[in-house]
């Protein structure tokens, strides 16, 4: 079946520092891939998400991009903030059944 | 607009008592969720509705029921509570189609003791 596996956390950064959080996944056929984040006591919101192979999403000076050769969606951002400290989860979807499957999240800690 | 409202946002039960956790969303989505999310294990599907009319397994089914009430409404209920579905849930919602977002509730925290 389709699943989603995501490094484990804590990750703990400088503000300032350059941040991946690695993302693989399994799949058939080609699913749409997103990110989504958790700021805390609230619900997850989408940060970015692509759709087909070679594909870059980004906001918020984030991005992730789709390589299917790898079957990888690691997530980026050149200079983090304290602000950006949250869990962050990445996800898939794909086929007619609509299912939304996410991994297992990674808390980011940036410290001043 | 009040998005995904889902209700209670808290609540404490004793094992083997029943509830229902209901979920609301205004923005007119064929596709609803239920998600439990615990330590170290992300958010793990229980059930989902492509559309009206329709409901699936998710991850972890087992010890809950669903029902979609209508275009709007998703309940998950609980027959019989037990310490191990001790659990934040998450409702979210989403147009529909596997490239669309989905909006998410502001969970329900459960505690079974």
């Known amino acids: 079946g389709n699943s989603v596996t995501q490094m484990e956390g804590p990750v703990t950064l400088s503000e300032e520092a350059f941040l991946t959080i690695n993302c693989t996944y399994t799949?058939?056929?080609?699913?749409?891939l997103f990110w989504y984040v958790q700021y805390p006591g609230e619900g997850l919101q989408l940060l970015l998400k692509?759709?087909?192979?070679?594909d870059k999403g980004s906001n918020k000076g984030f991005e992730a991009t789709y390589r299917k050769e790898t079957t990888s969606f690691h997530l980026e951002k050149g200079s983090v903030q304290v602000s950006d400290s949250a869990v962050y989860f990445c996800?898939?979807?794909?086929?007619?059944?609509?299912?939304?499957?996410f991994g297992a999240g990674t808390r980011l800690a940036v410290h001043p | 607009n009040a998005g995904v409202t889902q209700t209670p946002k808290f609540q404490v039960l004793k094992t083997g008592q029943s509830m229902t956790l209901q979920c609301a969303q205004d923005?007119?989505?064929?596709?609803m969720y239920w998600y439990r999310q615990d330590p170290g294990m992300g958010l793990r599907l229980i059930y989902y509705?492509?559309?009206?009319?329709?409901?699936d397994k998710g991850e972890v089914p087992n010890g809950y029921n669903v029902s979609r009430l209508n275009k709007r409404e998703f309940s998950l209920r609980l027959e019989s509570a037990a310490p191990s579905q001790t659990s934040v849930y998450f409702c979210?919602?989403?147009?529909?189609?596997?490239?669309?977002?989905?909006?998410f509730g502001q969970g329900t925290r459960l505690t079974v003791v």
């Open positions: 799949a058939t056929g080609y699913p749409s």
């Open positions: 996800a898939l979807s794909s086929g007619g059944y609509n299912k939304l499957i």
């Open positions: 923005m007119n989505h064929n596709s």
């Open positions: 509705s492509a559309s009206e009319g329709t409901t």
């Open positions: 979210a919602s989403r147009v529909g189609g596997p490239n669309t977002e989905a909006f």
């Open positions: 692509a759709t087909k192979a070679d």
